[in-house]
């Protein structure tokens, strides 16, 4: 018991150092400036890699950090885990591709990291309220309701534009 006491003494003082009040606690500048770009730096390594997306154990390799660090610097920047920000992006990103009317549901389900398109219809429906084709059947109603009134008509009404 004694030698436990006086090694539980030791580790105090060794962790405890005392100093005086009125000097302050010195932190890390390098660990400060470190933590605060990780967010960024994590966000950038996510939309770099939206069509294959990373693990939790990847990408906190990749930012030199451990997944518990990753972890909890995400939930305080993000309010969330890397994984549900990782999806966040690359939903937000998926809708982005969705304004292009080249790219077929299919593409862009794949450009988003997501191999199957149900699975990626599914999740992106409970994301946004609606599917992305119904999010794409609302955006052509919406530019055809920005046309000018004429034009709408003609597009609406499939009447044919008169000879000229």
């Known amino acids: 018991?004694?030698?436990?006491?006086?090694?539980?003494?030791?580790?105090?003082?060794?962790?405890?150092s005392r100093?005086?009040?009125?000097?302050?606690?010195r932190a890390d500048a390098h660990a400060i400036t470190e933590d605060r770009s990780l967010p960024n730096r994590l966000?950038?390594?996510m939309e770099q890699n939206l069509d294959f997306p990373l693990g939790l154990e990847e990408l906190a390799?990749?930012?030199?950090?451990?997944?518990?660090?990753?972890?909890?610097?995400?939930?305080?920047?993000?309010?969330?885990?890397?994984?549900?920000?990782?999806l966040r992006i690359?939903?937000?990103?998926?809708r982005n591709f969705l304004f292009y009317e080249e790219f077929s549901i299919k593409d862009v389900a794949l450009a988003a990291g997501f191999s199957y398109p149900a699975v990626f219809s599914r999740v992106f429906k409970k994301q946004y309220g609606q599917?992305?084709?119904?999010?794409?059947?609302?955006?052509?109603?919406?530019?055809n309701m920005a046309l000018r009134p004429e034009i709408r008509r003609?597009?609406?009404?499939?009447?044919?534009?008169?000879a000229p």
């Open 61 to 86: 390799d990749a930012l030199a950090v451990s997944q518990r660090t990753l972890s909890r610097v995400c939930q305080r920047t993000f309010g969330e885990s890397p994984i549900r920000l990782y």
């Open 19 to 25: 100093r005086d009040m009125s000097v302050p606690q």
């Open 90 to 94: 690359r939903l937000q990103a998926a």
């Open 43 to 45: 966000v950038s390594l």
């Open 154 to 162: 003609l597009i609406t009404n499939r009447i044919p534009a008169p």
């Open 1 to 16: 018991k004694a030698g436990e006491a006086l090694a539980n003494e030791v580790a105090n003082a060794l962790v405890h």
């Open 131 to 143: 599917t992305p084709r119904e999010f794409r059947a609302r955006l052509r109603e919406g530019q």
